[in-house]
């Protein structure tokens, strides 16, 4: 157990329509980040948040958005479904240490748009 | 072509086998190197995290990295079934981490 939790564990929601991920960082961890898992691309790094303020961007959609609260838990909300956004989303929380940072990852939200 | 390249496999090995898993880099920005170990349905973890070139050895995984070639590898001796699942290199440069697409090994009694 990595110490990082992610609601809900599956979604199944239909194309148009909004979903909001959420995603608790281990205690004491200051840094979010979201990542996409499909079988054809991977892992893809979304989005980072570090103390409530986005820090990083990656090929995340305009469609999706992010943001991390003052407990520090953050949301991830996509919109506007299609089918091609169902994938395993991962949350994960870092820590960084002399030798570096290092990032733990929840287990992640399997997402399915029909 | 992709940051980072690594062999989708599957891989397939008799349990007690070594096993070396590979990843290519395009990339002279990234100074951090980690391998991750995915189970099905589950999130990675982390395995080997290195800096510097060369080895770090950690039971019966050791990591290696060739900075000059752009080439690391995760070696994994006396190989279990316990160990089926999919490895996953990552890589940082700055604050984005990159990861392999991952290979997928089996190891089989």
């Known amino acids: 157990d990595s110490g990082v939790t992610q609601t809900p564990k599956h979604l199944i929601t239909a194309t148009g329509q909004r979903v909001t991920l959420r995603c608790s960082p281990r205690?004491?961890?200051?840094?979010v980040y979201w990542y996409q898992q499909s079988l054809d691309q991977g892992l893809q790094f979304l989005i980072q948040?570090?103390?409530?303020?986005?820090?990083a961007k990656g090929n995340i959609l305009e469609r999706f958005s992010a943001q991390q609260f003052p407990d520090l838990h953050s949301e991830l909300n996509l919109s506007s479904l299609e089918l091609g956004d169902s994938a395993l989303y991962f949350c994960?929380?870092?820590?960084?240490?002399?030798?570096?940072?290092?990032?733990?990852f929840g287990p992640g939200t399997r997402l399915l748009v029909l | 072509q992709k940051e980072v390249e690594q062999d989708p496999g599957p891989l397939s090995v008799p349990e007690g086998a070594i096993v070396s898993l590979n990843c290519t880099y395009s990339?002279?920005?990234?100074?951090?190197f980690m391998w991750y170990r995915q189970y099905s349905r589950k999130g990675p973890e982390l395995l080997m995290y290195?800096?510097?070139?060369g080895n770090k050895e950690d039971g019966r995984f050791t990591a290696q990295v060739d900075k000059s070639s752009k080439y690391i590898s995760l070696f994994i001796r006396d190989s279990q079934p316990s160990d089926s699942a999919t490895y996953l290199c990552?890589?940082?440069?700055?604050?984005?981490?990159?990861f392999g697409t991952g290979t997928q090994l089996k190891v089989e009694l």
């Open positions: 994960a929380s870092s820590v960084t240490t002399g030798g570096g940072e290092t990032q733990y």
């Open positions: 205690s004491g961890d200051l840094s």
């Open positions: 948040y570090y103390n409530g303020e986005e820090r």
């Open positions: 990339n002279s920005a990234f100074q951090y």
């Open positions: 290195t800096y510097s070139s």
């Open positions: 990552a890589m940082r440069g700055g604050n984005k981490l990159t």
